[in-house]
């Protein structure tokens, strides 16, 4: 069942251009290191200046092993982390196509 998985982060005031930054060089590390199609976009309207990073998965046993190797990416200094005091708050979830 194909699935949809979304991060969303809202900056800290201020931080916007820091988040977006960081977004966009999270999207191109996991894109080229693993083959994704990541996609980053900016609310318009609700909180202002919230990002979210969305990713298509063919099931949620291929979100699982993204997320294995994301977090060993992360590890390893492959894909970025977000610098401290930039979000608020970041929220993963996954939509599953009915």
Same mark, same amino acid.
Request: glycine share 8%; no cysteine.
């Given at each position: 069942?194909?699935?949809?998985?979304?991060?969303?982060?809202?900056?800290?005031?201020?931080?916007?251009? !820091?988040?977006? +930054?960081? @977004?966009?060089? *999270?999207?191109?590390?996991? /894109? =080229?290191?693993?083959?994704?199609?990541?996609? %980053?976009?900016?609310?318009?309207?609700?909180?202002?200046?919230?990002?979210?990073?969305?990713?298509?998965?063919?099931?949620?046993?291929?979100? !699982?092993?993204? +997320?294995? @190797?994301?977090? *060993?990416?992360?590890?390893? /200094? =492959?894909?970025?982390?977000?610098?401290?005091? %930039?979000?608020?708050?970041?929220?993963?979830?996954?939509?599953?196509?009915?």
């Amino acid at each position: 069942m194909p699935v949809l998985f979304t991060r969303i982060g809202i900056p800290h005031p201020g931080q916007q251009t !820091e988040a977006l +930054k960081f @977004a966009k060089a *999270r999207k191109e590390a996991v /894109n =080229k290191l693993y083959s994704l199609n990541a996609e %980053v976009y900016v609310r318009f309207g609700g909180p202002v200046g919230q990002i979210v990073m969305v990713e298509s998965f063919e099931s949620l046993a291929e979100v !699982e092993k993204m +997320k294995t @190797a994301a977090i *060993r990416g992360s590890i390893d /200094n =492959k894909i970025p982390m977000a610098p401290p005091g %930039v979000f608020q708050t970041v929220e993963e979830h996954a939509w599953m196509t009915v």
